[in-house]
């Protein structure tokens, strides 16, 4: 068994040990499934994507994720800013020459601030897919949670390309909304320079069914396959930095600061 597989099958043993985390996570999935559609994602969208909500630099984003535990995360019952530390120093260890990487693994999950500004969490945290085609079999708890999602029965979206082009290209296909793409934007709306690599692990570093389980190539053209062994790579350290031993983050802060004023300086827009 591969790893993956493994961590997979211990989660989910876990979480039927413990029948109140296992529905925290799967009413949060349910709740994903039937309500992200292309409308509601087109709408967050234009809710989001203005960067017009507030102000704030990303160390304080960061630490304002202490506020916020991710309700579709079987893995660790703590709050996110110790997984961004955790994530960063696991990259800062095997990739001791990318400053980039070690700040995405940093920031990655950022975006989940969404939460704290009212947003369900259905529309923040979680794997991401596409709308606007075929829900296909990979997405986690696929079976019996898009029934009441209109998009599923819509034969314009629920074919095998939707409303897309063969390999039209994963910028021109539209995801589940959620922190992934929201921080995306906030990167390319206040004109961060971190490598197109880095952007696409924002962006994408939730799209399980593509990046484990390799669906919706159909859609994908060259850029995104020369992408997707980074956000792989991304992936090993996201899963496998989450554990019950925290980082000491006030010895971390001055080092990562120096890359956040690098790469994501002075008072961002989100």
């Given at each position: ?18 029948g ?9 999935y ?51 800013s ?14 001791p ?44 708890f ?18 095998e ?17 959620g ?51 980074w956000?792989k ?14 980082p ?17 300086p ?5």
């Amino acid at each position: 068994l591969t790893r993956a597989v493994v961590n997979l099958l211990v989660n989910t043993f876990l979480c039927f040990q413990s029948g109140s985390l296992f529905d925290r996570v799967f009413n949060t999935y349910n709740l994903m499934h039937t309500y992200q559609t292309v409308e509601l994602v087109k709408q967050k969208h234009s809710k989001w994507t203005g960067c017009n909500h507030t102000q704030m630099g990303m160390m304080d984003a960061i630490m304002s994720l202490d506020q916020l535990v991710d309700e579709s995360d079987p893995d660790v019952d703590f709050p996110n800013s110790f997984h961004a530390f955790q994530t960063a120093e696991g990259i800062r260890q095997a990739h001791p020459d990318k400053e980039w990487f070690q700040l995405v693994g940093l920031i990655h999950d950022v975006g989940k601030i969404m939460a704290l500004w009212d947003e369900p969490q259905w529309a923040v945290v979680g794997d991401t897919f596409p709308v606007g085609c075929k829900f296909q079999n990979s997405i986690v708890f696929r079976d019996n949670t898009f029934l009441k999602n209109p998009d599923d029965k819509n034969p314009k979206y629920n074919t095998e390309h939707g409303i897309y082009e063969p390999n039209c290209g994963l910028d021109n296909v539209l995801m589940s909304w959620g922190h992934d793409e929201y921080l995306y934007r906030v990167m390319k709306f206040n004109k961060c320079p971190i490598p197109e690599e880095g952007l696409y692990m924002i962006r994408f570093h939730s799209f399980y069914p593509w990046h484990s389980h390799g669906d919706y190539t159909h859609l994908c053209n060259d850029k995104d396959l020369h992408m997707l062994p980074w956000v792989k790579e991304f992936n090993k350290f996201d899963l496998y930095t989450k554990t019950t031993e925290l980082p000491d983050i006030s010895k971390l802060k001055v080092y990562y600061q120096s890359l956040i004023d690098k790469y994501c300086p002075g008072i961002l827009k989100w």
